[in-house]
């Protein structure tokens, strides 16, 4: 079998938006650079995703030089919001917690709102250095995340998403199958393994990075949504809920915290370390 490497590397700016994919990314503390800086809030502050909106999946954010971001969607205006001033925050709540963001300016919460059908909230993770701590026992002291679901980085693999793709083809809807890597919504994506060998990684270098795996990831009904239109179906869930139920989560793909700084080049080595 030959090498491990990374096939492809994935940033979504804004949380819950359709993301970009990039030849190379600086690895930050909290994640890759431009990832998840930016989310959605509705009016009781909750965060805004594609649970609750699938539409989300048809706009497109694209991550500026300065930090801020390009918005567009299909029959709208295009969206340029840049990085708002630190001068005020407010809370955005995720999964019981409670994250200090900055609000984005009003042009850039109508724009979503009239998309979403809503009242939304921009708001931007002005400083992840502190605002947000990976909790334990998972995350270590020091170490934060930006506004992704709990982890700096999601690694998912080509071989995996063939093996779960046999499955669906097998199962109670094979007319779903083959189903494309963007239902998983990853960072890192690597080719050259064979299917669920990351289930047993502890530690891997990609490139010049070391990353630790903090857990498996679990999936929810966002893995349902085709990101093309928007539509929700059964799988991958069903066929996951059969064949990767562990400790009662449906899994695919891996959780990295890194180690070390750098960045990571598509076609990079990825070694597993322990």
Known sequence: MPMPTLHSIH???????????????????????GDRRWALIDESGKVVTQREQP???????????????RVSASGRDELIVEVPEPFGTTIAKWSGEKIETVP???????WFSAYLGERVTLVHLD????????????????????????????LTTLASLRSLNSLIAQGDHPHEAPLP?????????????????????????????????AKMCGRCVVTTTDQE???????????LGRHRRIDGRLIFGQ??????????????PVVVLA
């Not at 502190?130 to 020091?142: K, L, T």
């Not at 239902?183 to 064979?194: D, E, I």
Request: charged share 25%.
């Open 11 to 33: 940033v979504h700016p804004v949380k819950a938006l359709r993301g970009r994919q990039l030849p190379q990314a600086v690895v930050e503390p909290w994640g890759l650079a």
């Open 55 to 69: 539409r989300l999946a048809l706009a497109t954010a694209e991550t500026l030089p300065d930090g801020g971001v």
């Open 104 to 110: 984005a300016g009003s042009g850039a919460s109508e």
């Open 127 to 154: 400083d992840p250095s502190h605002r947000r701590p990976i909790e334990p026992p998972f995350g270590r002291p020091g170490e934060t995340v930006s506004l992704a679901d709990g982890f700096p980085l999601l």
């Open 181 to 213: 890597m963007n239902r998983f919504r990853p960072n890192v994506v690597v080719s050259g393994t064979a299917p669920w060998d990351e289930d047993d990684w502890e530690r891997v270098a990609i490139g010049e990075v070391e990353f630790r795996v």
């Open 229 to 239: 239109t928007a539509e929700r179906g059964k799988e991958p869930l069903r066929t």
């Open 255 to 268: 959780n990295l915290v890194p180690l070390t700084p750098g960045t990571i080049r598509v076609g990079d």
